[in-house]
């Protein structure tokens, strides 16, 4: 999405707590794109932002109530007067309903990987193991997401500092559904 969006003309700063995914985006990237190694918890930028964005559910990968208002604050505080916050996550009702004790397979010849997913509803938990097989190299990931209600959501957004707000139904401007499976959330830093 960073290239993209560089591709369209937009400034653009990718930002990820692993050295390891910084340099692979970098090897793929021939754009003026800076790169930089930060926890988003501890977002601090040389200068405010008019949009800060977060795909892919990376704000999943957030396990507590104040791991999320940790990024919320910070991400405020990088955000320029009117700048806007928009970011997505799968649902509870993705984890229970679609990935919950689903595995999935696939083998390619030179590659083939298993993708094994398990949700813990007391523990709001959706954790899947993933092992990839490429020509003969076995690597093994285990990972942790946890699902969000609509209230903590916004519990951790006014406690950051955000006053506007609005969500939708993944890739439409529809209201989230209780069967959303993922939402965008976009909040507004109020000048």
Same mark, same amino acid.
């Given at each position: 999405?960073?290239?993209?969006?560089?591709?369209?003309? =937009?400034?653009? /700063?990718?930002?990820?707590?692993?050295?390891?995914? #910084? %340099?692979?985006a970098g090897m793929h990237d021939?754009?003026?794109?800076?790169?930089? %190694?930060?926890?988003?918890?501890?977002?601090?930028?040389?200068?405010?932002?008019?949009?800060?964005?977060? +795909?892919?559910?990376?704000? !999943?990968? #957030? #396990?507590?109530?104040?791991? +999320?208002?940790? /990024?919320?604050?910070?991400?405020?505080?990088?955000?320029?007067?009117?700048?806007? @916050?928009?970011?997505?996550?799968? /649902?509870?009702?993705?984890?229970?309903?679609? #990935?919950?004790?689903?595995?999935?397979?696939?083998?390619?010849?030179? =590659?083939?990987?298993?993708?094994?997913? %398990?949700?813990?509803? !007391?523990?709001?938990?959706?954790?899947?193991?993933?092992? @990839?097989?490429?020509?003969?190299?076995?690597?093994?990931?285990?990972?942790?997401?946890?699902? =969000?209600?609509?209230?903590?959501?916004?519990?951790?957004?006014?406690?950051?500092? =955000?006053?506007?707000?609005?969500?939708?139904?993944?890739?439409? @401007?529809?209201?989230?559904?209780?069967?959303?499976?993922?939402?965008?959330?976009?909040?507004? !830093?109020? +000048?």
């Amino acid at each position: 999405m960073t290239r993209l969006l560089a591709r369209d003309g =937009f400034l653009m /700063t990718g930002i990820d707590l692993s050295k390891e995914m #910084l %340099q692979v985006a970098g090897m793929h990237d021939s754009s003026d794109i800076k790169y930089i %190694q930060q926890d988003m918890r501890e977002l601090n930028l040389p200068e405010k932002q008019d949009v800060i964005i977060s +795909i892919c559910d990376s704000m !999943n990968y #957030l #396990l507590t109530d104040d791991d +999320i208002y940790k /990024t919320m604050y910070a991400v405020k505080n990088n955000l320029a007067p009117g700048g806007i @916050f928009i970011f997505d996550l799968k /649902t509870e009702y993705f984890f229970e309903n679609v #990935l919950d004790g689903t595995t999935y397979k696939e083998d390619m010849g030179d =590659f083939s990987y298993i993708w094994r997913n %398990q949700y813990n509803k !007391n523990e709001h938990i959706h954790k899947y193991y993933l092992k @990839f097989n490429s020509d003969g190299r076995v690597i093994r990931e285990r990972h942790r997401q946890r699902a =969000f209600s609509a209230g903590d959501i916004k519990t951790a957004a006014i406690r950051a500092g =955000f006053k506007k707000a609005v969500a939708y139904n993944a890739f439409t @401007f529809a209201k989230p559904k209780r069967k959303s499976e993922r939402i965008y959330i976009i909040l507004r !830093n109020e +000048i």
